[in-house]
């Protein structure tokens, strides 16, 4: 029992003198670690890596000048041994992924509109008269809402806010991404609720089994998904590509310009994943599909309600995205400001 203690009283001495060296310890480790040699370009205004992503470091240190440079002072072997410069636009890069992925989702909601298609071919598309509008035709309301967002927030939104506060006034890519996001939720939540009345409708109707009937409810009711799926792409799109081209470096410029699309083709291949998923494993035991073929009998508005709580956690995992990033670029030097101005 003694020696049991005598073990834990060292265990514990030994902690606690861990913890009083430890600072001494860091401050040993940062010393050295500004010593230490880096590669980098002749000319560059890099010269040390930034502190973020330390282990990433390694890859431009240098160990033996003599062995890992040449006489010019270029890296022998660019495979084992980069610039400073390099490392830091890799870093940049892998900063941005998590919000970047926040972003396929927006866009697995935005590839919903061949449901949407499907919906308005099973309702009432006229209006004035016996004017019937083609069920793919409704797509159009997307674009006008886009570019009645993006006219109004440039022209009217903008100048009317800077009039009021005195000074210029804007939203940031990242709060314009964080809108664009919680909207698109909101369709896909609005999408959901009509196909839930419009098949209660076809149910009361006695239509059910004939996929080509019409329901008795006006194909208008479409338009606020539609509208709502036109602010997400002139908000989340349009954001997007100004905060992955303002964030990364110039010499990432084609790189950022496409991040955007690329993450449009694989909200493409996610959502056509998850659509034959939910196929496969809601007509097991012979029962009828969630996503059948007949719009009456089956169940998109459950489809629909599953991707409404994806958003709904991808809203929350953007959230978290921009309070793990911390300031961008141009926000630093604001909020230095504040700070100085608030004491």
């Avoid at 440079?69 to 941005?96: H, I």
């Avoid at 935005?110 to 071919?121: E, H, M």
């Avoid at 997400?232 to 084609?254: D, K, V, Y």
């Amino acid at each position: 029992m003694e020696r049991k203690m005598q073990s834990c009283y060292r265990d514990i001495l030994a902690a606690l003198l861990f913890f009083l060296a430890s600072p001494f310890y860091i401050k040993l480790l940062s010393s050295s670690s500004t010593e230490m040699l880096y590669h980098h370009k002749n000319g560059s205004t890099l010269v040390f890596p930034s502190e973020k992503m330390r282990f990433l470091n390694k890859a431009c240190i240098i160990h033996d000048p003599e062995q890992d440079l040449t006489p010019d002072g270029r890296a022998k072997n660019p495979w084992n041994l980069c610039t400073v410069d390099q490392v830091e636009d890799l870093k940049a890069l892998l900063k941005v992924i998590p919000i970047w992925l926040s972003g396929i989702v927006t866009f697995i909601n935005i590839n919903q509109t061949s449901f949407s298609v499907l919906q308005a071919s099973s309702m009432d598309r006229k209006i004035m008269g016996n004017f019937e509008i083609p069920a793919g035709s409704f797509g159009i309301f997307n674009i006008i809402s886009m570019i009645l967002w993006v006219a109004f927030y440039d022209q009217v939104l903008l100048p009317i806010a800077a009039r009021i506060n005195g000074k210029p006034v804007y939203l940031t890519a990242r709060q314009r991404m964080g809108i664009g996001t919680f909207i698109s939720f909101l369709s896909v939540v609005v999408t959901a609720t009509v196909e839930c009345i419009r098949l209660s409708l076809a149910f009361k109707e006695g239509i059910s089994d004939d996929p080509e009937a019409i329901v008795h409810m006006s194909a208008l009711w479409l338009l606020p998904q539609y509208c709502l799926i036109g602010l997400t792409l002139g908000l989340s799109a349009i954001a997007q590509n100004e905060f992955f081209i303002s964030e990364l470096p110039r010499s990432m410029s084609s790189m950022a310009s496409t991040l955007c699309g690329v993450g449009i083709s694989l909200g493409c291949l996610v959502a056509s994943f998850i659509m034959s998923t939910i196929d496969d494993f809601t007509k097991r035991g012979g029962g009828e599909s969630w996503i059948s073929t007949n719009i009456n009998k089956g169940h998109y508005d459950y489809y629909f309600w599953v991707l409404s709580g994806l958003s709904l956690a991808n809203f929350f995992f953007f959230l978290i995205c921009c309070w793990t990033y911390g300031p961008c670029r141009g926000e630093e030097g604001n909020v230095n400001d504040e700070e100085v101005s608030l004491r």
